[in-house]
């Protein structure tokens, strides 16, 4: 007879209280609440990489240029990266990605002076000179 009214109170036992399912349902909220905004913190970090990707390789066809032409710059004003292709050998697939287009990068430079601008959909930009200097609005929040 205590046997049977034992295994009656187990099988009775083994269910979960609403209690219980409303904390596991608070603390999945509060993990979801803190990992969320670090996911797109990722995201963007890893888009605003791809820019400044972007940015390092017309630069770097920009001294490939200047090396081959005395040390001077083209003079370009405000080309977007589909008008480099004639100037500095560079397709515009070179620079289109999964972020960024080609029409994303503007470049502008004379003999002895460039500034590349690559601009995120979002309105943010990067922005490098000849001097290495960055700048820009690129966030990661």
């Known amino acids: ?69 005395d040390g001077d710059y083209p003079v370009l004003a405000a080309v977007d990266g589909t008008g480099l292709d004639a100037t500095l050998n560079m397709a515009a697939a070179d620079l289109n990605g999964k972020y960024f287009q080609a029409t994303a990068y503007t470049v502008t430079s004379a003999a002895a002076a460039y500034t590349i601008t690559g601009t995120h959909s979002g309105g943010d930009t990067y922005i490098i000179n000849q001097a290495g200097t960055e700048s820009g609005t690129f966030r990661t929040e």
């Open 1 to 69: 007879m205590k046997i049977e009214r034992l295994m009656r109170r187990m099988r009775r036992k083994s269910a979960f209280t609403l209690i219980e399912l409303m904390i596991v349902v608070v603390i999945v909220a509060i993990l979801a609440m803190v990992a969320v905004p670090m996911y797109r913190a990722n995201v963007l970090a890893a888009q605003m990489s791809e820019g400044i990707a972007g940015c390092g390789t017309i630069r770097t066809a920009l001294r490939v240029y200047a090396a081959q032409h």
